[in-house]
């Protein structure tokens, strides 16, 4: 087998930190055997910073890995990998490729906390999972998480704790919701969830100021939120295979408001002075929460019951994309003042690639 090595282990051998067994088909037992003469015989395993194992036939690690305390660089993809060793905490592992193999949640190491917390990327693509590690958490300096084309069901709620995050890839997965804490990934500058099941996403992904590149194709999505468009960093958004792009809806269905939704906005369109102690102190709440058409030639207000209404806002001189707004009324349709406000009010930060089909 050709590898980085020599017979010795002077101060030449120590300047070579990279030990290659990638592309020779070598299953478990070669790679045991080859890693036991570098720990056991060459008493060399100090040396090495990056391992590179992709493209063989291992199945399972050797435990001797936990003798490679200077490992930074480990590459295990394209194996037959079912378990990965609970080792990693005594290596200063900076990046962990492990994608393409068949690891299951169960065949996770407990912690994939390393010593002095070093790992910044992890790549678990390509595997069985069908959850959210929970043990990912602990990798509070993680920068780069590729999870794609696993069986995941659901994003936690506790992603906001990966606050460091510039890559999150979750594409080819079966997600159908995306919390609301994905808003607190504010480092992160692409985020891949193409692939799914996701029907709508949550208003605070607005949050993301850094993110570059919005991949969304293949999911059920049938509007995007309204502040997209502020997104200044954002030069990429795949929309392809949506809902929203093969066909849209005006409007919808407005079923008859309720008196209190009539009084409600009687009060607040004509400024009607409510006295402390006046009304019930719910009734006030009731009209605090009072939110204005889009309508800039309306001044009407509207509390639960609302008229959804798709808007096309030019991006780029070529694409629309529509975003989901609301109305007071479907009088409010009216088409013309739409067009004027786009017209006037330019968005200077256009993406330059929107893909639609």
């Known amino acids: 087998m050709e590898y980085y090595t020599s017979d ?25 055997a080859e890693m036991r003469s570098i720990v056991d015989e060459k008493d060399c395993a100090e040396s090495y910073e990056i391992i590179l194992l992709y493209n063989n036939r291992i199945q399972s690690l050797p435990n001797f890995l936990n003798r490679f305390c200077n490992l930074k660089i480990l590459n295990v993809s394209n194996n037959r990998l079912t378990v990965l060793p609970d080792v990693f905490k005594n ?4 990046t962990l490729v492990a994608k393409h193999n068949q690891l299951t949640n169960e065949s996770l190491p407990k912690s994939f906390y390393t010593a002095k917390n070093t790992l910044r990327e992890l790549n678990l693509s390509g595997n069985q999972l069908n959850l959210f590690p929970e043990q990912i958490f ?35 997965n079966q997600i159908i919701e995306v919390p609301e804490n994905v808003g607190h990934l504010t480092s992160l500058q692409a985020l891949v969830l193409s692939d799914n099941l996701i029907e709508q996403l949550p208003a605070s992904i607005t949050k993301l100021k850094n993110l570059r590149s919005l ?17 200044k960093c954002l030069t990429e958004l795949s929309l392809r295979d949506n809902p929203l792009v093969v066909r849209f809806v005006r409007d919808m269905t407005l079923q008859p408001p309720s008196l209190l939704e009539l009084a409600g906005r009687t ?3 004509h400024n009607i002075p409510i006295e402390t102690g006046g009304i019930p102190k719910t009734l006030i709440n009731y009209l605090q929460a009072a939110q204005c058409c889009v309508n800039p030639k309306c001044k009407g207000v509207f509390f639960d019951n609302r008229v959804e209404h798709i808007k096309f806002v030019d ?15 479907s009088k409010c349709i009216t088409g013309s003042w739409e067009s004027r406000e786009v017209d006037s009010n330019p968005h200077p930060h256009m993406m330059r690639k929107v893909l639609l089909g």
């Open 215 to 231: 991949l969304l194709h293949k999911n059920r999505l049938k509007t995007l939120p309204t502040q997209i468009i502020k997104l």
């Open 91 to 94: 290596c200063p592992l900076t």
């Open 267 to 269: 009060v607040k369109l």
């Open 315 to 329: 991006f780029c001189g070529k694409y629309r994309i529509p975003l989901l707004q609301y109305l007071c009324s």
């Open 8 to 32: 010795s282990c002077d101060s030449d051998f120590r300047e070579q930190k990279t030990l290659d067994l990638s592309n020779q088909m070598i299953d478990t037992l070669s790679i045991s």
């Open 138 to 172: 602990e990798l509070t300096h993680l920068k780069y998480l590729y999870l794609g084309s696993n069986k995941i069901v659901n994003i936690p709620k506790d992603i906001w704790k990966l606050s460091g995050l510039q890559i999150l890839s979750l594409g080819g």
